[in-house]
């Protein structure tokens, strides 16, 4: 059974910075996109950032620049670099991963930036 694997979120000061991790354990036959979402309370989920299985990543505007998402291909893992955090980024993390026209999330971390 595939299972996505995600780091710790944690509480944060603004302007700070955190990684978040999410590593893909179990059988899984190719993986095409890695991505993060994050759904803050009383909101919908929001795509944050996407990374194809060639490198090209694209961004949400309110993280340009401050976030970056990466790719360990070789661990099935796909990382997020946040620095300048804002408040408004305090949200729950699920990372996704797309195989085989199929996505599977993991189970969400939770980012809290204090003001």
């Known amino acids: 059974q595939v299972q996505l694997v995600e780091s710790e979120g944690g509480l944060v000061q603004a302007g700070g910075s955190l990684k978040l991790s999410c590593a893909v354990s179990g059988n899984i036959f190719k993986i095409n996109n890695m991505g993060w979402y994050r759904q803050a309370p009383g909101k919908q989920r929001e795509l944050v950032a996407t990374?194809?299985?060639?490198?090209?990543?694209h961004y949400a505007d309110s993280v340009k620049g401050r976030f970056t998402i990466s790719r360990d291909s070789a661990k099935n893992t796909v990382y997020l670099q946040m620095n300048s955090l804002k408040p408004e980024d305090t949200a729950a993390y699920y990372c996704?991963?797309?195989?085989?026209?199929?996505?599977?999330w993991g189970q969400g971390t939770q980012v809290t930036v204090s003001s």
């Open positions: 996704n991963v797309m195989s085989r026209g199929l996505g599977i």
């Open positions: 990374i194809t299985s060639e490198g090209s990543s």
